[in-house]
């Protein structure tokens, strides 16, 4: 019962944290449910890395080479799939310098486990980004659970 507290306590602050960095309130669903289309974490991560179109999610979120330049925010959020703006926003941790260890698993959002209301990973994902992202000024910092 204590650890399931904490990690309730610990998805509130996630989920409170993301509330400051969008500017608008949360629908009441659960965390993986607001996540799982990547819409939410896509625009999280273009806040941070606004030309994120043009890191190559499979090159460790690295510069893609001959990367348009006239690609906008907005062209990220027009991305047709869920697995397509979960890579980005992966690269975008990688790029941030999220440890591999820490970096969200998009399988977790694409397929839950139904036994499992939430992932550790996923709010481990979340803190982490957070904590880079804040440390260089980037988004507000997480409040400790």
Avoid: N
Avoid at 106 to 132: D, K, N, R, T, W
């Amino acid at each position: 019962m204590g650890s399931e507290m904490c990690i309730r306590d610990r998805i509130t602050a996630v989920r409170e944290w993301l509330t400051k960095c969008m500017g608008f309130e949360l629908p009441p669903d659960d965390l993986p449910q607001l996540l799982q289309d990547g819409h939410l974490l896509l625009r999280l991560a273009t806040a941070v890395v606004p030309d994120i179109t043009r890191l190559d999610s499979s090159a460790g979120g690295k510069r893609a080479p001959g990367g348009s330049s006239d690609r906008t925010p907005r062209d990220a959020m027009c991305l047709t799939g869920a697995r397509q703006r979960l890579d980005l926003f992966v690269a975008a941790s990688r790029y941030l310098g999220v440890p591999e260890s820490d970096l969200l698993v998009p399988e977790a959002l694409l397929y839950p486990e139904p036994h499992l209301p939430v992932s550790h990973g996923i709010v481990l994902a979340l803190e982490s980004f957070a904590q880079v992202a804040a440390a260089r000024g980037m988004l507000p910092p997480l409040d400790p659970a």
